[in-house]
């Protein structure tokens, strides 16, 4: 129903940038808010960013504030997470993620992930 796909995932070098895109399947009246989350191997799904829809109403983890930066394109129904001054701690599968519900604080939809790699 909301397919969501990332892509810009890869290699980086410590305090390298990357940018992630995620294309929604759906048109804007549908989603609320659109979010990154991260998981790392062996560790729990984090938040990163998130993005209200309409408004452009931004919301970022306090560990990435001043480094990531969140933003959409609502004619192309995408979201984007341009990510600078990467650590290595950052290395994850990254996520982005549909919120269909002002009242619904859950995210209903998800993504199959990207992976991003810091490392020299």
């Known amino acids: 129903q909301v397919e969501l796909v990332e892509s810009g995932g890869g290699l980086v070098q410590p305090v390298g940038s990357l940018r992630l895109s995620c294309a929604a399947a759906t048109r804007t009246f549908s989603i609320y808010a659109m979010g990154w989350f991260r998981q790392a191997p062996g560790k729990e799904r984090e938040f990163v960013a998130s993005?209200?829809?309409?408004?452009?109403?931004?919301y970022y983890a306090d560990s990435v504030k001043g480094r990531f930066t969140i933003s959409r394109d609502n004619d192309k129904n995408t979201v984007y997470l341009q990510m600078n001054s990467l650590k290595p701690e950052e290395t994850a599968v990254y996520y982005c993620?549909?919120?269909?519900?002002?009242?619904?604080?859950?995210?209903?939809?998800w993504g199959q992930g990207t992976r991003v790699t810091v490392s020299s």
């Open positions: 993620a549909a919120r269909r519900s002002l009242i619904i604080s859950a995210y209903d939809f």
């Open positions: 993005i209200t829809w309409s408004g452009g109403n931004e």
